[in-house]
């Protein structure tokens, strides 16, 4: 995702959403492991379903990849928000002493 859009939507909005993504895609993997153990295929069938499956596998990975540096960013962006408040705090308290 483009770092200008980031930008304008919140990183937390972000995660909800790709988390979302990511229980489909695993959903749609589940559907596809159930197809292939389930019935006699034929094999391009087979071979149809295992590219599908690769396909969501390698989806799901790289949506855990981006989710894992959302949430870095939304830990940092945490920190540094309890930071400010602890020095507004404090000069706060100097001021009114």
Not at 56 to 62: D, E, Q
């Amino acid at each position: 995702m483009t770092k200008k859009k980031r930008e304008s939507l919140g990183v937390a909005l972000e995660i909800d959403g790709l988390e979302e993504k990511l229980s489909r895609c695993r959903k749609d993997l589940e559907a596809v492991n159930s197809r292939l153990h389930g019935a006699e295929l034929s094999p391009e069938a087979r071979k149809s379903l295992e590219k599908e499956k690769n396909s969501l596998m390698s989806k799901a990975s790289n949506y855990e990849k981006e989710l894992q540096l959302l949430r870095q960013e939304n830990r940092r962006n945490m920190v540094l928000s309890v930071a400010v408040f602890i020095l507004l705090t404090f000069i706060y308290a100097c001021w009114t002493m």
